[in-house]
């Protein structure tokens, strides 16, 4: 199954966040012409900070979660003298000097909304906002899952002022306030720590506990002491008990910090990333409560019947992955779930492809995932792979479906979540079977031309 080609020769590459760099490059490394578009003034996805509101974007103060070393290009590592957690800023400068070592920028086209994508005649046109529309071969859909907020339905009314995290900027903000911090994921737990070097008091609010991860253990890197490479690689149970035996050994069981106890095993739920999250509930700036079930005025009640009154409620409660641009019965992400082979090729469209859709589970830094499927993307885009039959990406997909069901929570959260290091070797093993399914197809076609001339 080959992709179809058009008038027009060239990719259309939608985001330039980190899966639209990685897809960029790849497409480049194999000689792929492609256009890039991204709504935003110049690259870095949600890395680029805008101090405007209705956007989402890291905020002023954010440090990378992922350490350094985890979350480069192959070949082309960030500046020795970043620290071990770079800062936003510091990540944003990597980004645009990856763009322009690998000869990118040109490609790039920025301040560009894309309206919609429709399949037409073998290709897909695409349509940009205030320019009409354009026509591709293939489309690469790359522009993240920070766009469309959760907020959690909560009975009453709030009278003071409400945001989800994507609009949180800076902690000023919140100077001397006593603030409420809906949700328990990284954003949750590193804006409250943020936000309790000025206020008041932090309530973070959660349902129930996660595994935290401080960045240093012992003084040792948090990586070092997890290298996750080989998770995956026993029977699942095997392979939780193991994760999660050596984080109690390592770190102690959460719930003896205050935190409430996981539900589930460290290879079952996505874990928080959260430096001084302990440090700052131990001295007191940062109080755990049960999450929000009604609002009167300024008073906040929880699930447990307590009450109390804040000032402002920051609702770190993740988001939904959503395609604006696409018709929904082309592709949609019902509760986070979607229907990708490999989570990246729609089955019934070889030529529409998906760039990290996704979250990973024991994976340090997601750059590396998106850098490997995107090497896969190209090679299809370049004829060098070929997908399997539609009848076996579509089992593949259900039985996709089934393993992350049976591994991690059934929450909209985890209906994307994968475990990473499986998905680099699945994607290289891919790519190795792929490129004999194109090999054997030419030479099929080459033997069959003489009989055909004849």
Known sequence: MQPSHVDGSSVCVIGAGVSGICAMKELSAAGVPFEAFDERPGPGGIWRYQPEPGR???????????????????????PAHYPDFPAREQV???LEDALDHYGLRPSLRP?????????VDGGWRVTLQ??????FRAVVVANGHHNDPIVPKVE???????IHSGAYRERDTYAGQRVLVVGYGNSGAQIAVDVSHGAEQVLLAMRSGTWVFPHYVRGIRIDRWFDTRKVGR?????????VSGLYRLLIGRPDRHGLPPPRRGLGSTFPTIAENL???IGDGRIRIVREPTRYDGRTVTFADGTSTRVDAVINATGYRMTFPFLDPQLLQAEDNRMRLYLRTFHPELPTLTVIGGYQAQAQWGFLPLMESQSRLVAAHLSGRYELPSRQAMEAAIEQDARDTAQRFVDTPRHHYQMMGPVYLRRWARELQQGTRRAQQTQRKRAHQAPLQAA
């Open 56 to 78: 989402t974007c890291a905020w002023k103060s954010l440090h990378m979660n992922s350490p350094r070393g985890t979350y480069e290009f192959s070949g082309f590592p960030m």
């Open 92 to 94: 944003l400068a990597y």
């Open 111 to 119: 301040n560009r909304r894309v309206e919609r994508v429709e399949p």
């Open 130 to 135: 205030g320019e009409g529309s354009r026509l």
């Open 156 to 162: 009453g009314r709030f009278d003071g002022p409400m």
């Open 234 to 242: 026993l029977p699942h149970r095997l392979d939780d008990l193991v």
């Open 278 to 280: 302990v440090n700052r």
